[in-house]
């Protein structure tokens, strides 16, 4: 079926068809749905090339994909990826990866931009003063960020997860616990996410006259093996932590294979806190001993970004608006009071 044929059997002019598919904002919700239900049903699909020409829109989202030898496949970024990948199939939206050498990304943006090859880009993984907000803004690309960026003068578009208040109640709660030596086994921290759950567990640490020492935090990229290394690290130094706080599920993995390497158990040795991106394949209840979390889905928040986008491709969205989702505290069996 064409656009002709569709417009015909729903008695629309071509014009509200086409818009009410591209998400036009003068198009009625009723409207919208009463189309897109009907292009579902018989199974319409706009031509790529014409929908380029009737509405100057690609129907295209992008990101710029860092690459190289010390690049490694996250899956986190992958849980976060499908999230985005299911709304954007469900609305007519391709998304095309821009590989860039890692730490010259800039130049990849100034090529996407140039090239008017997507509608709308988001940013993943920010920084303070992240360069790349900066250069999006310069070259007047729509565009989203995945977490936020301290430091810059502006205000921009963003969705992150409230990482030093879920720190900072994971933290309380084990200092009520009794716990004055908690180790923190950090993300990457130059990247904001991490440099606030730091600073989460610094206040809760603070409000009970406790410091946060250089030898209690480990900051490595999330995976199993540095996970074990950052555990042993803490473990066996002379002042060992008796609570950890992870920044990663997959991390977590790690650290209780290093505590069983150890001849230590949990709760009653160490206790135990890690954040939960919510992965289908990997649950915080079915570890040896049920995991207590700060909890939320990566993958909701690919699938948000990528709604947020379609709305500011398509005009529905034009302001620098931010978005912080709360995170749950799940208090589960790996924790209990500091051993004596």
């Not at 849980?79 to 998304?95: I, K, N, V």
């Not at 042993?232 to 069983?260: F, H, K, N, W, Y």
């Amino acid at each position: 079926m064409n656009l002709k044929q569709l417009a015909r059997m729903l008695d629309l002019s071509q014009t509200t068809v086409s818009r009410a598919l591209n998400g036009y904002p003068e198009v009625s919700e009723e409207t919208r749905r009463r189309v897109m239900d009907a292009a579902k049903r018989h199974g319409y699909r706009p031509n790529p090339s014409a929908r380029r020409l009737a509405t100057g829109k690609a129907g295209m989202i992008g990101y710029v994909l860092p690459t190289g030898s010390n690049v490694d496949i996250d899956p986190h970024f992958v849980e976060f990826l499908s999230g985005l990948g299911d709304y954007a199939r469900s609305h007519e939206l391709d998304l095309v990866l821009s590989p860039a050498e890692a730490g010259d990304e800039e130049t990849t943006y100034r090529r996407v931009a140039a090239n008017k090859q997507v509608d709308a880009v988001y940013v993943s993984s920010p920084r303070p003063q992240d360069r790349r907000i900066m250069l999006l803004r310069q070259l007047g690309l729509p565009f989203l960020v995945h977490g936020r960026s301290e430091g810059l003068d502006f205000p921009y578009p963003h969705l992150d997860i409230d990482n030093e208040g879920a720190f900072h109640e994971a933290g309380r709660l084990l200092v009520q616990l009794g716990h004055r030596r908690i180790g923190l086994i950090n993300g990457d921290d130059r990247e904001t996410f991490a440099i606030f759950r730091e600073r989460g567990l610094r206040r809760a640490l603070a409000a009970s006259g406790i410091e946060l020492a250089p030898s209690m935090i480990r900051s490595v990229v999330m995976t199993e093996e540095n996970g074990y290394r950052a555990a042993r690290g803490l473990l066996e130094q002379d002042m060992a932590p008796t609570a950890i706080l992870c920044s990663s599920l997959i991390m977590a993995l790690g650290v209780a294979r290093a505590l069983r390497d150890l001849g230590l158990s949990i709760p009653k040795d160490i206790s135990l806190v890690a954040h939960d991106d919510v992965f289908p394949w990997l649950r915080p209840e079915n570890f040896p001993v049920p995991l207590s979390t700060t909890r939320s889905s990566i993958r909701l928040a690919g699938a948000r970004i990528a709604e947020r986008l379609a709305a500011r491709i398509s005009g529905l969205e034009d302001d620098p608006r931010g978005e912080v989702w709360p995170v749950d505290l799940v208090v589960r069996g790996s924790v209990a009071g500091a051993p004596v």
